[in-house]
C-alpha cells in the first residue's frame, strides 16, 4: 500500500521558515517526479513546487513562492521536503505531497497544516 505522510506544518509568524517533509512508503520515488501543493481554505488545491526524478532534480516554482520555497528530495530516505523561507500569511494552506505534475488520487495523504500570522 503506497502512502505519502507529510510532517513539519506548525504556526509561525510572518517571516518565520518552517521545512516540511514528505516521507513515502509502499512505493520508490526515485525514478518519479514529486511536487508540493497546497489547499487554502475556499481555494483549489495548487501545485507550488516541483522536482524531476532520474538525477537530474530540475525544480519549478508557481510565482506565488519562487525566491521563498526550496524543494528538495533524498531518494536514500524515500523522502522529499520543503523549504520555506520569508513565510507570508497568504501562505497559510493544507500542504500536501503527491507526483507531479499529474498526482494521482490515490496517493493523496493527511497533509499537513501551515498556518503564518501576521
Known amino acids: 500500500q503506497v502512502q505519502l505522510v507529510e510532517s513539519g506544518g506548525d504556526l509561525v509568524q510572518a517571516g518565520g521558515s518552517l521545512r516540511l517533509s514528505c516521507a513515502a512508503s509502499?512505493?520508490?520515488?526515485?525514478?518519479?517526479?514529486m511536487g508540493w501543493y497546497r489547499q487554502a481554505p475556499g481555494k483549489q488545491r495548487e501545485l507550488v513546487a516541483a522536482?524531476?526524478?532520474?538525477?537530474?532534480?530540475?525544480?519549478n516554482y508557481s510565482d506565488s513562492v519562487k525566491g521563498r520555497f526550496t524543494i528538495s528530495r533524498d531518494n536514500a530516505k524515500n523522502t522529499v521536503y520543503l523549504q520555506m523561507d520569508n513565510l507570508k500569511p497568504e501562505d497559510t494552506a493544507v500542504y500536501y505531497c503527491?507526483?507531479?505534475?499529474?498526482?494521482?488520487?490515490?496517493?493523496w495523504g493527511q497533509g499537513t497544516q501551515v498556518t503564518v500570522s501576521s
Open positions: 509502499g512505493i520508490d520515488i526515485s525514478m518519479l517526479g
Open positions: 522536482i524531476t526524478s532520474g538525477g537530474t532534480n530540475n525544480e
Open positions: 503527491n507526483i507531479a505534475p499529474r498526482p494521482l488520487a490515490q496517493f
